[in-house]
């Protein structure tokens, strides 16, 4: 079961419309490593995980990736202010112009829309792990993009926020993935010499010796 509250996570405000930027934020609503995707991502793989503490830090994150996409979605709204008009976006999609009245749908920066393909479930608890540190990381990557590319100074402070919160999770999952190490598809994981041989393809040069394989875990 979930329930919503009415209150935003953080509250969001711009210093003034721009609908360019606005833009360039429907990549964190519809985007392959967007709010959405996460949030649909981590629901999803927590459906068959028989490890309580592990399916609620699912659930947890998920629903909190949501509580993210209301905040993006209401930037977008404050970024596009209250006037149609295309010739306000130069570069991406003009959409919220020409189809949806402005409101925050769930399509990309360039207008491509959202699709269930970003989402990665596997079934196997380190790999869905190793998965979601990734996909932390590169939200981070794209919140870190946008920051540049910004001066509103309320934008930059919610972006901060949401990057911030990347973070966290990304620490979560690492921790979570050490509890588990020893299963799924860690489990017998570098025991043959077939996991320990490094093919030297590239020549000139040798930077890399022959592995001894690891399974994946965090410090």
Same mark, same amino acid.
């Given at each position: 079961?979930? $329930?919503? &509250?009415?209150?935003?996570?953080?509250? /969001?405000?711009?210093?003034?419309? =721009?609908?360019?930027? *606005?833009?360039?934020?429907?990549?964190?609503?519809?985007?392959?490593?967007?709010?959405? $995707? *996460? *949030?649909?991502? %981590?629901?999803?793989?927590?459906?068959?995980?028989?490890?309580?503490?592990? $399916?609620?830090?699912?659930?947890?994150?998920? *629903?909190?990736?949501?509580?993210?996409?209301?905040?993006?979605?209401? #930037?977008? =709204?404050?970024?596009?202010?209250?006037?149609?008009? %295309?010739?306000?976006?130069?570069?991406?999609?003009?959409?919220?112009?020409?189809?949806?009245?402005?409101?925050?749908?769930l399509i990309n920066s360039s207008g491509?829309?959202?699709? +269930?393909?970003?989402?990665? /479930? #596997?079934?196997?608890?380190? +790999?869905?792990?190793?998965?979601?540190?990734?996909?932390?990381?590169r939200a981070k990557v794209v919140y870190?993009?946008?920051?540049?590319?910004?001066?509103?100074? %309320? /934008? $930059?402070?919610?972006?901060?926020?949401?990057?911030?919160?990347?973070?966290?999770?990304?620490?979560?999952?690492?921790? +979570?993935?050490?509890?588990?190490?020893? #299963?799924?598809? =860690?489990?017998?994981?570098? /025991? #043959?010499?077939?996991?320990?041989?490094?093919?030297?393809?590239?020549?000139?040069?040798? %930077?890399? &010796?022959?592995? &001894? +394989?690891?399974?994946? &875990?965090?410090?």
């Open positions: 079961m979930f $329930k919503h &509250e009415k209150n935003l996570l953080r509250d /969001v405000r711009v210093e003034k419309p =721009n609908p360019q930027y *606005a833009v360039l934020m429907q990549e964190q609503l519809g985007g392959a490593n967007g709010e959405l $995707k *996460a *949030a649909l991502q %981590y629901i999803s793989q927590s459906f068959r995980v028989k490890d309580q503490a592990i $399916k609620d830090l699912f659930l947890d994150i998920g *629903a909190e990736e949501l509580s993210h996409m209301e905040m993006v979605s209401q #930037t977008i =709204n404050l970024l596009n202010g209250h006037d149609v008009n %295309y010739n306000g976006v130069e570069v991406g999609e003009i959409q919220s112009h020409v189809l949806s009245g402005l409101s925050p749908v491509a829309p959202w699709t +269930a393909n970003y989402v990665s /479930v #596997t079934g196997d608890l380190v +790999a869905d792990l190793l998965s979601n540190i990734a996909s932390e990381q870190e993009y946008l920051y540049r590319q910004i001066n509103d100074k %309320y /934008v $930059k402070e919610t972006i901060d926020f949401l990057l911030n919160r990347e973070e966290a999770h990304n620490a979560l999952f690492r921790e +979570a993935l050490n509890r588990v190490k020893d #299963t799924g598809s =860690n489990k017998d994981f570098g /025991v #043959t010499e077939d996991s320990k041989l490094y093919f030297d393809l590239s020549k000139p040069g040798k %930077y890399f &010796e022959s592995p &001894e +394989a690891k399974k994946p &875990e965090f410090v």
